[in-house]
C-alpha cells in the first residue's frame, strides 16, 4: 500500500511540474496586434440561420462567450434580409437556441433556459396584446428536433424519458433518518456511457407532440428504444414521420435505422424503409406525394457516402437521386413546388448548398458555407430555405469565423460581421494553400500552409504540422484560433485533407479502411517536405500535434521518425484492443474500422497501436487529454505517458479538469490554455540558435 502511494505521488508531482513554463500567459499592459488566448472570450459565431417563410428575416443563433462564467451563451437574433439590419430578439440571462418558424411566420418556437431545464417556447412576432411569448412545456429534460405542424397548430418534438433502469436483488430497509451509500450502479446496456454526458441514466429518447399554444404533451413512442432524429409531419397533419432502430437488437446495430410513420392519435409505428444501413432526416415534400430521405446500403466500410433518396409516402418506388454523386450529403430541404430538394454537400474540403432535381440533376444554390466551431478548421456550415427559394447560410472563410448571409440566384451575400471589430485590429497568419503530391502514389494532398503575421519569405519559420481528427473528417480554409494562437507565436502552421478525409468521395476516403494509420503517413510527411520546398521552413525546427485521430497520427509519426523536435498528442488511441472495449462507441469499430473483434485478431489491432512503437519514441512527447472523455478514455493518454516516462523519454500529461472528448476546447480559458501549453512545449525543445541565424540572415 505505501508503494502504491508513493508511485501515485511521485507521477502527481511529474505531471504538475512537468511544464515549468506557465500555461496562461500573463495579461498583456495594453492592446496587441496580435491574436492572444485572451481574445477567445470576444469572438462570437453565428449557427442555425432559420429563413422565415416569406424570406424576409432570419432567425440565427449567436454564440459568444461570458468572460465571468467561462462559458458559451446562445442567444437569439434577427436580421433584416433586404437591410441587413439586426436585433436581439432573445438575450438575457439563460440560454437560447432552435428557433424554428411557424408555416405561416406569424411566431417563431425557439428553446431557453432560464434557470431551469430547457423548455419550449413560442413567441408572437406581430406583436400586440401580452404575453408576447409563452411557455408552451414543463418537461423534464430538453426538447429536440422541433417542427411544426403544417397548420401550425402542433409541435412535435423528441425528449428523453428516463426509467427505473436494471436491477439485481435488494438492499435491507433503511431507517428512517439514516444516511446510506448511494444504491449500486447495475449496468446491462452495451453502450453505458457516452463523451460529453458520462454516464447514461437509463431510458430512452420518444416522440411527442404538444399544442402550439400550450397544453399536455401527447406521447407517441414508447418502449425500450430510441426514437428522434429529424422529424417531418405528413401535410395533413395526421402523422409524423421520424428514423429509429426499433429493432429488438438496436443497440448492437450502430449505424442501422428505418424512417417510421406513426400516427399522431397514437398506434403502432410503420417501417416505411427496410434495408441494411441507416435511412434517416425523413422530409415530407409539401404536395404530400414524396418523403425525401438519407441513407446508403451498409457494406461495412470505414467510410460509405450518406445518398440522397426519396419514396411514395406509402414507401413504395424508392429510388437513389444522387447515386452518381461521390460526395456524401445531408440535411435535406424540400423546394415548395415539390420538384427538388435542398441539401449540403462536402465537396474537396468546401461545403456548398445544392438543388437536386427528381430527375437527378444537381446545381449549386449557395457555396462558402462556414461551420460554427472555432478551435481548428473543420468544414461544416448550416442552411435553410424560404418559400420562394432564398437561401439562409452560415458564411465564413480563413480569417473569419461563421456570419450569417442570404443565397439567392446562387450568388452569396454576407449580412452580418460579428468580428469585424475585434479581428479587424489584429494582425493574423495569412492561409494560402499548399501543393501537395503524396510520395507513396503520387495522389494530390489538399494542404494549406498558415504564416505568421508580418510574414518575411525570405526567413525561415518554424513549423507544426497540425492533424485533424476523424479520421473520417474534413479541414477546409476556414478560421481557426488554434492557429492563429500558434502563428502569433511565430510558428508557420501546416495543416493537410490526408488520405481517409472525407469530401474527396469514397474511394480516397477508404485508403485507410482497415488499415489506419497506414499511408496517412506518407501523405503527411509529403507535406511537411512541401513546406520544407517553400523555402521559409526551418527543417530544423518542426513539431507536430493533433486531437483524436489527428493524436493517432501524432503518436504513430513519433514511432516511425525522429524528424520532429517535439510533439504534442491530443486525446489520442494508443492501444485499439483497449480502446475498442472502453469507447463509447464500442459496437461501432468492429466491424467498421476492424473486420474482427480484438480477441479474434489481437496482433492486427497491435500492429495499428501507436503504443507498440513506444519503444522507437526519441521525440519529446506532451500528452493532452480531457478528464471526461469517453471517446478516447483518459486510460488511453494515461497508458502512453507513463510508458513514456518508463522509457525516459520526455514527457508530461495535461489534462483538461471537466472536459470531454468534443468539449476539449469548449470553455474559452481551456482553449487559452491548452493551446499555450502545447506552445510552452515546443519552445523548450525549438532550436533558438536556428531561429536566430535565420533572422539575423546567416
Not at 88 to 106: E, H, I, M, T, V
Not at 352 to 370: C, F, K, N, P, Y
Not at 386 to 399: F, Q
Not at 427 to 435: D, T, Y
Amino acid at each position: 500500500m505505501k508503494l502504491a502511494r508513493f508511485i501515485s505521488s511521485v507521477a502527481l508531482a511529474v505531471s504538475a511540474t512537468a511544464l515549468a513554463t506557465p500555461a496562461v500567459a500573463a495579461p498583456a499592459a495594453g492592446p496587441t496586434r496580435t491574436f492572444t488566448g485572451a481574445d477567445l472570450f470576444n469572438l462570437e459565431v453565428a449557427s442555425d440561420p432559420q429563413i422565415s417563410p416569406d424570406g424576409r428575416t432570419i432567425a440565427y443563433v449567436r454564440r459568444s462567450n461570458d468572460i465571468m462564467t467561462d462559458k458559451t451563451r446562445s442567444t437569439v437574433w434577427l436580421v433584416d434580409v433586404a437591410s441587413g439590419q439586426q436585433r436581439p430578439l432573445l438575450a438575457g440571462s439563460g440560454s437560447y437556441f432552435s428557433p424554428r418558424w411557424s408555416p405561416d411566420g406569424s411566431r417563431l418556437a425557439y428553446v431557453a433556459t432560464e434557470g431551469d431545464s430547457p423548455q419550449l417556447y413560442v413567441r408572437w412576432m406581430a406583436g400586440g396584446l401580452p404575453p408576447e411569448r409563452a411557455r408552451i412545456t414543463g418537461l423534464p429534460d430538453s426538447p429536440d428536433s422541433i417542427a411544426w405542424s403544417p397548420d401550425g397548430r402542433r409541435i412535435a418534438y423528441s425528449m428523453f424519458v428516463p426509467d427505473e433502469g436494471a436491477k439485481l436483488g435488494s438492499t435491507p430497509a433503511k431507517p428512517e433518518g439514516a444516511k446510506w451509500a448511494d444504491p449500486l450502479q447495475v449496468i446491462d446496456a452495451v453502450t453505458y456511457r457516452a463523451d460529453g454526458q458520462g454516464y447514461l441514466k437509463p431510458g430512452f429518447n420518444q416522440i411527442f407532440w404538444v399544442p402550439g399554444d400550450g397544453g399536455a404533451p401527447t406521447q407517441l413512442t414508447y418502449g425500450a428504444t430510441n426514437a428522434g432524429g429529424q422529424v417531418s409531419w405528413t401535410p395533413d397533419g395526421s402523422a409524423i414521420l421520424f428514423s429509429a432502430n426499433l429493432a429488438k437488437d438496436w443497440d448492437r446495430q450502430p449505424i442501422n435505422s428505418e424512417v417510421y410513420r406513426i400516427s399522431i392519435n397514437g398506434g403502432a409505428p410503420v417501417a416505411l424503409t427496410d434495408r441494411d444501413g441507416p435511412d434517416y432526416a425523413p422530409v415530407v415534400s409539401p404536395d404530400g406525394r414524396s418523403i425525401a430521405f438519407i441513407g446508403f446500403d451498409d457494406r461495412k466500410l470505414g467510410y460509405q457516402n450518406a445518398a440522397l433518396s426519396v419514396m411514395n409516402l406509402d414507401g413504395s418506388n424508392k429510388r437513389v437521386l444522387t447515386g452518381n454523386l461521390d460526395r456524401s450529403v445531408a440535411a435535406p430541404v424540400w423546394s415548395s413546388d415539390s420538384r427538388a430538394v435542398y441539401v449540403s454537400i462536402e465537396d474537396n474540403a468546401a461545403t456548398r448548398v445544392a438543388r437536386v432535381g427528381l430527375d437527378g440533376s444537381i446545381r449549386t444554390v449557395a457555396s462558402g458555407l462556414a461551420g460554427g466551431g472555432l478551435d481548428r478548421p473543420y468544414a461544416g456550415g448550416d442552411f435553410s430555405v424560404s418559400r420562394g427559394g432564398r437561401i439562409a447560410v452560415t458564411v465564413g472563410d480563413a480569417l473569419h469565423p461563421a456570419d450569417v448571409g442570404v443565397a439567392n440566384g446562387g450568388v452569396v451575400r454576407k449580412l452580418t460581421s460579428l468580428n469585424s471589430s475585434l479581428l479587424g485590429t489584429k494582425a493574423l497568419g495569412e492561409v494560402r494553400k499548399l501543393p501537395v503530391t503524396s510520395n507513396f502514389d503520387q495522389r494530390p494532398i489538399d494542404a494549406w500552409l498558415v504564416t505568421p503575421p508580418d510574414f518575411d519569405p525570405a526567413k525561415k519559420y518554424p513549423l507544426i504540422l497540425e492533424i485533424h481528427g476523424g479520421p473520417f473528417a474534413a479541414y477546409g480554409p476556414t478560421f481557426s484560433t488554434d492557429y492563429q494562437l500558434y502563428a502569433a507565436a511565430g510558428y508557420a502552421v501546416l495543416y493537410t485533407n490526408p488520405r481517409g478525409s472525407t469530401s474527396y468521395g469514397e474511394e480516397f476516403a477508404n485508403q485507410i479502411d482497415k488499415a489506419y494509420p497506414g499511408h496517412d503517413y506518407d501523405d503527411l510527411i509529403s507535406a511537411v517536405d512541401a513546406a520544407i520546398a517553400t523555402g521559409s521552413i526551418d527543417p530544423n525546427n518542426l513539431f507536430v500535434t493533433g486531437g483524436s485521430g489527428g493524436g493517432v497520427l501524432t503518436a504513430w509519426i513519433v514511432g516511425k521518425t525522429d524528424r520532429f523536435r517535439a510533439a504534442a498528442t491530443q486525446k489520442p488511441v494508443i492501444d485499439w484492443a483497449s480502446f475498442v472495449l472502453t469507447s463509447d462507441g464500442a459496437n461501432f469499430y468492429s466491424p467498421y474500422w476492424f473486420a474482427k473483434k480484438p480477441w479474434e485478431d489481437p496482433q492486427g489491432y497491435w500492429a495499428r497501436s501507436p503504443l507498440s512503437l513506444v519503444g522507437n519514441v526519441k521525440t519529446p512527447t506532451l500528452v493532452v487529454v480531457g478528464s471526461e472523455d469517453y471517446r478516447t478514455p483518459v486510460s488511453e493518454s494515461e497508458q502512453y505517458y507513463t510508458a513514456l516516462q518508463l522509457r525516459g523519454v520526455p514527457t508530461a500529461l495535461v489534462k483538461v479538469p471537466g472536459a470531454s472528448h468534443g468539449g476539449i476546447a469548449g470553455r474559452p480559458s481551456q482553449s487559452a490554455a491548452k493551446a499555450s501549453a502545447i506552445l510552452a512545449w515546443f519552445d523548450r525543445y525549438r532550436n533558438k540558435s536556428a531561429a536566430a541565424a535565420s533572422a539575423s540572415g546567416n
